[in-house]
């Protein structure tokens, strides 16, 4: 894999996961109460296809990193190990969610937590992304592989990440903020997410593009 390909993969990926992300999250705002199973269940999908494309996302960003300046390839390998985790992670707290709702004939209640998964989804979710989006941060600043941007906006939302993790502390009804699986800690953090990957995948896409009327120079 040479750096325009890495470029172009990482952006192209980073777009795949906004555009999955953005389809997403409006689902969690569609009921003022208990959402459906048929609404549970699609965004449930479309949030494992999100996932998946940040499998290959992190992936492509870790060659990216090893392309540019082999010396910060250790900020690349975290941002992809913690990447790989937290994908993980929330697909294993999809399935179980999954699993409940194809079990049961009725609409799920919000205020019941369904097999623990609000603390995936939660506190452990928000400090694992902001590992990662600080390992991003490094990376795209100290190898200027990137625009400036991009690293001061991974720091920031590594922060604001770091903010939900005590959420656990304050219930798990969804129609709360600050709750373990809130509004604020799960579908603003997710909306957030995938504005910033969109950008970033454009951005990366684009300089691909820029490198190869460089390198032709």
């Not at 689902?27 to 048929?38: E, I, K, N």
């Not at 990193?65 to 937290?86: D, M, Q, R």
């Not at 997710?190 to 950008?199: D, E, K, P, V």
């Amino acid at each position: 894999m040479n750096e325009t390909f890495a470029r172009r993969l990482t952006g192209a990926a980073g777009i795949a996961t906004a555009a999955a992300l953005i389809i997403e999250v409006p689902l969690y705002f569609v009921y003022s109460g208990p959402p459906t199973d048929a609404n549970v269940l699609a965004r449930l999908l479309i949030g494992i296809v999100a996932l998946a494309f940040l499998v290959v996302f992190v992936t492509a960003f870790r060659e990216l990193v090893k392309h540019t300046n082999p010396a910060y390839e250790w900020a690349g390998s975290i941002a992809f190990a913690t990447g790989l985790v937290y994908a993980t992670i929330t697909l294993v707290s999809s399935g179980l969610e999954a699993g409940a709702v194809i079990a049961t004939d009725h609409r799920i209640d919000p205020t019941i937590t369904v097999n623990g998964t609000y603390i995936l989804y939660g506190s452990i979710s928000r400090l694992i992304l902001a590992f990662f989006l600080t390992a991003v941060g490094v990376a795209v600043t100290r190898t200027n592989l990137l625009p400036r941007w991009v690293g001061r906006s991974a720091y920031m939302l590594a922060a604001v990440n770091l903010l939900f993790v005590p959420s656990l502390f304050f219930g798990n009804t969804p129609a709360h903020f600050y709750a373990a699986n809130g509004w604020g800690t799960t579908a603003l953090m997710g909306a957030i997410l995938s504005y910033w990957l969109l950008a970033v995948g454009v951005s990366t896409y684009r300089s691909a593009s820029r490198r190869g009327v460089l390198a032709g120079a």
